[in-house]
């Protein structure tokens, strides 16, 4: 047999899915998003019905045991994390250092971290002790992010009541006064909505820093990185910064429609639109859509909504492309009172529910998480032979 040599030349391009669009990257059983069928799963149960019968505390405690809490269940989870609200005084102290001009998002992260430097079991990752982390962040990042919203605004820091569940005790903090059933209700909903989406950038992000035996806490610290980018959370933001630009009143919709028109014209993103998943629309869009149009009445502010179906509309007819949750959650959270800035940081509170999860399954069957990339640099090439005689 003669001795066939490969052909010198540059390695053949493999199929590259830029994006990992389509890959299927590993299993889980924390939830199920089916674009087909515009569906949304936690552990088997549509998301609509979640929202219409549980709370988000309920919602938390099916993420993490994969059941819905019995009535002995729910309610020492409830004493737990009512128990755990407050904050520490150190991560106090540390965020009163970070200057009120921050970035919410670097606020939110870096109480985080201080969370899990502080707590002696941050190396313990069995399921308990991690169960256990998952709780404290999700009784405490309230605080955090209610108070960072407070302190922008030269206000001080509000205990929480422990005789409140935890969406009424987040508006309590935030806002200094018990809100109303309609408006706690609708807040709890987001929450719901918010708290999971399988594979999405951060909470891969989170799996992937899982998967080198990294803490939980770390790997929440990074996913709230990801999740602040506006192609992801920081899309809510963007939304109502839309809202700011083209003006609510009288000839809102004109305004909406030029708005449009350049802004495609110029080739930029309309935030609060598309999705990689749902091709057809945002299974969450429905609920969270009822939810707005709850609070709109509360508030007594259809201007918001004209500008709302103005800008909807006009984008379906030039793209075709539907709303995504950001679109009914930005509003929603303005009305209520929330800064601009405190959305993504909301996002935070709920989404720590779903990172947690995937946390567990991923330690559960863990795998390095480590691609392959394409080399397109340089071909080889080699520094010059030492000069002997130097
Ligand atoms: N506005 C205008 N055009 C859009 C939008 C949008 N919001 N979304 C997609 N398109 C267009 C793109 O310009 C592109 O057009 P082209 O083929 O002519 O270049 C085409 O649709 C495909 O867009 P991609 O960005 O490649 O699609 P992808 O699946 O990667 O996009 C994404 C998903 C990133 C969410 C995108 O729709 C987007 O940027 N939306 C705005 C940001 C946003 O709202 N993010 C929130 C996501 S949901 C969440 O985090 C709860």
Known sequence: QPIV??????????QIHKGLAGVVADETAVSRVNPDSNSLLYRGYPVQELAAQKSFEEVAYLLWYGELPGDKELAEFEVAERS????????????DEIPTSADPMDVVRTAVSVIGANDLTTPDSSLEANRAKALRLFAQLPAIVAYDQRRRHGL?????????????????????????????????????MYAEHSFNASTFT??????TLSDLYSAVTGAIGALKGPLHGGANEAVMQIFDEIGLGDGAGERAAL??????????????FGHRVYKHGDSRVPTMHAALLTL???????????LYDALAAGMSERTGILPNLDYPSGPA???????????????????VTGWTAHVM??????????????????????LAPPDANE
């Open 259 to 272: 708005w449009l028109d350049d802004t495609l014209a110029h080739k930029r993103k309309v935030m609060g």
């Open 206 to 211: 989170a799996r992937v820093i899982t998967s």
């Open 156 to 192: 001080e820091l509000v205990e929480p009541r422990d005789d409140l569940g935890y969406s009424a005790n987040f508006l309590y903090m935030t806002f200094g006064e018990v809100s109303e059933l309609a408006v706690v209700e609708a807040f709890d909903v987001s929450m719901i």
């Open 5 to 14: 040599t490969p052909a010198a030349g540059p390695p053949e391009r493999p």
């Open 296 to 306: 709109i009445e509360h508030y007594e502010r259809p201007d918001l909504m004209v």
């Open 84 to 95: 755990l609200r407050r904050l520490d005084h150190s991560v106090r102290r540390v965020i």
């Open 361 to 382: 399954e991923q330690l559960a069957a863990n795998s390095l998480i480590r691609p392959l990339s394409f080399y397109t640099g340089t071909p080889e090439r080699h």
């Open 333 to 351: 959270y303005h009305l209520m009172g929330f800064d601009t800035a405190t959305f993504t940081p909301i996002f935070v509170a709920a989404r």
